[in-house]
């Protein structure tokens, strides 16, 4: 068999492979898997050698494996291709990372929301937040306080005065508390985003002393601290509320985790070197692939599509 067959019956794989194991997956999935495995002797071995490649990945062993791992390889040759071994290596960490899985779903956060959904939430105070894409909160209101803590994504609060209870949001080791405003937040890998479009807020870190952004002021907060806050455009806050994605010199990574909230699958940058790239514009949040085409037309980056549900960045040279 040729490479090239090779390499589409690899694709074919990798892709059932993350169809298998969404949680999302049916029976008729599958039972279409399974019609897949038999209808030619070559897509055993290739699933095969994905499925060992997914339980050979550190941190995975005792993970039970797909049933196809009890099918025998037949004697036609087998070739290794290296994009495939890398391409089932990037799938088995999307796949068999717990971490990941948990982060994205959340499952006990008050409120959540899948890929490329944003929603509008009405809290009990009166006050309105906007959810963006694969994101999650959980809400805890008391009468001495109103808290919220963000554990994914992104979210835009337009909150009700109460001065007798401060209204407060928990994003990662900073809190947000309110002072009759609407903001932004947004919880990346890294950092934190605060944006202010109406009235004041007071971003907090332990052992930093509180920054209190006014309307078109924003501020990053993270392992290193607390940045110098920054003017921004107020038209640009919440922009994704209306569809749209802004970036404004944001890494390339950043960039590529907002775009992976609005696809099914994964973005997943090969080399480290990518993270001093920036990128700077507005994308369609309804149109990814489009925005990816952008930035590997600016950006000295090229991109191996494993399938729809998997996107490898690497290095143009």
């Given at each position: 068999?040729?490479?090239?067959?090779?390499?589409?019956?690899?694709?074919?794989?990798?892709?059932?492979?993350?169809?298998?194991?969404?949680?999302?997956?049916?029976?008729?999935?599958?039972?279409?898997?399974?019609?897949?495995?038999?209808?030619?002797?070559?897509?055993?071995?290739?699933?095969?050698?994905?499925?060992?490649?997914?339980?050979?990945?550190?941190?995975?062993?005792?993970?039970?494996?797909?049933?196809?791992?009890?099918?025998?390889?037949?004697?036609?040759?087998?070739?290794?291709?290296?994009?495939?071994?890398?391409?089932?290596?990037?799938?088995?960490?999307?796949?068999?990372?717990?971490?990941?899985?948990?982060?994205?779903?959340?499952?006990?956060?008050?409120?959540?929301?899948?890929?490329a959904e944003n929603?509008?939430?009405?809290?009990?105070?009166?006050?309105?937040?906007?959810?963006?894409?694969?994101?999650?909160?959980?809400?805890?209101?008391?009468?001495?306080?109103?808290?919220?803590?963000?554990?994914?994504?992104?979210?835009?609060?337009?909150?009700?005065?109460?001065?007798?209870?401060?209204?407060?949001?928990?994003?990662?080791?900073?809190?947000?508390?309110?002072?009759?405003?609407?903001?932004?937040?947004?919880?990346?890998?890294?950092?934190?985003d605060v944006a202010?479009?109406?009235?004041?807020?007071?971003?907090?870190?332990?052992?930093?002393?509180?920054?209190?952004?006014?309307?078109?002021?924003?501020v990053r907060y993270?392992?290193?601290?607390?940045?110098?806050?920054?003017?921004?455009?107020?038209?640009?806050?919440?922009?994704?509320?209306?569809?749209?994605?802004?970036?404004?010199?944001?890494?390339?990574?950043?960039?590529?985790?907002?775009?992976?909230?609005?696809?099914?699958?994964?973005?997943?940058?090969?080399?480290?070197?990518?993270?001093?790239?920036?990128?700077?514009?507005?994308?369609?949040?309804?149109?990814?692939?489009?925005?990816?085409?952008?930035?590997?037309?600016?950006?000295?980056?090229?991109?191996?599509?494993?399938?729809?549900?998997?996107?490898?960045?690497?290095?143009?040279?």
């Amino acid at each position: 068999m040729s490479e090239t067959s090779l390499d589409a019956i690899e694709e074919e794989a990798v892709a059932w492979f993350v169809r298998l194991h969404d949680e999302n997956a049916t029976d008729d999935d599958r039972a279409a898997h399974a019609q897949w495995l038999a209808a030619d002797p070559h897509h055993g071995p290739v699933w095969l050698e994905v499925a060992q490649l997914w339980l050979g990945m550190d941190g995975l062993q005792g993970v039970d494996a797909p049933d196809v791992i009890a099918i025998q390889p037949p004697t036609a040759p087998r070739a290794v291709v290296t994009r495939r071994r890398l391409a089932a290596a990037a799938v088995a960490f999307l796949i068999g990372s717990a971490g990941w899985m948990a982060n994205r779903s959340h499952l006990f956060a008050d409120e959540r929301t899948a890929v490329a959904e944003n929603r509008s939430v009405a809290l009990s105070d009166g006050s309105r937040v906007e959810l963006a894409a694969s994101s999650a909160l959980s809400v805890d209101f008391s009468q001495a306080e109103r808290k919220v803590v963000l554990h994914d994504g992104e979210a835009f609060f337009v909150v009700a005065k109460d001065d007798s209870r401060p209204f407060r949001v928990q994003a990662a080791d900073g809190s947000i508390t309110d002072i009759g405003t609407a903001f932004d937040v947004k919880l990346g890998r890294q950092a934190v985003d605060v944006a202010v479009t109406h009235g004041v807020v007071d971003v907090v870190m332990p052992n930093h002393p509180a920054v209190r952004l006014t309307p078109g002021r924003a501020v990053r907060y993270g392992a290193n601290g607390v940045a110098a806050p920054k003017g921004i455009d107020a038209a640009n806050i919440g922009l994704w509320r209306e569809g749209r994605l802004a970036f404004d010199n944001a890494p390339l990574p950043e960039v590529l985790r907002d775009l992976e909230r609005y696809r099914r699958g994964r973005i997943i940058v090969m080399d480290e070197s990518l993270d001093r790239l920036a990128v700077s514009g507005m994308f369609d949040a309804t149109r990814t692939d489009a925005a990816l085409d952008t930035i590997v037309r600016t950006l000295p980056v090229r991109l191996v599509r494993i399938t729809r549900f998997l996107v490898l960045v690497y290095p143009a040279s």
